[in-house]
């Protein structure tokens, strides 16, 4: 089974810009998808963004254009660049890996956007 273990969260005035990763245990080109999640107090866990193995991602509304995920298979890691933060991104963010055979969670790394 694939370990993730996401990094990169922080403190981080509005405005301003964070790059999370996520580092796989073992070879990510066998998730059929990877993704981001974010998990607000006394929300439900939420999409961010995902990419297929073949590269193609999509974005939840409230971050198109400001969010970014890619990934790197030959470092097995996933990425999510965030730019132009706002306090409404405050949230803990859960890398994810899914396939057929496994569903992969990290354990989630907390981003706070706050003056």
């Known amino acids: 089974q694939v370990q993730l273990v996401e990094s990169g969260g922080g403190l981080v005035q509005p405005g301003g810009s964070l790059r999370l990763s996520c580092a796989a245990s073992?070879?990510?080109?066998?998730?059929?998808?990877m993704g981001w999640y974010r998990q607000a107090p006394g929300q439900q866990r939420e999409v961010v963004a995902r990419i297929t193995r073949g590269g193609r991602s999509n974005y939840a509304d409230s971050v198109k254009g400001r969010f970014s995920i890619s990934k790197d298979v030959a470092k097995n890691t996933l990425f999510l660049q965030m730019n132009s933060l706002k306090p409404e991104d405050t949230a803990v963010y859960y890398c994810?890996?899914?396939?057929?055979?496994?569903?992969?969670w990290g354990q989630g790394t907390q981003v706070t956007v706050s003056s």
């Open positions: 073992g070879n990510i080109f066998g998730f059929d998808t």
């Open positions: 994810n890996g899914a396939s057929v055979r496994n569903n992969a």
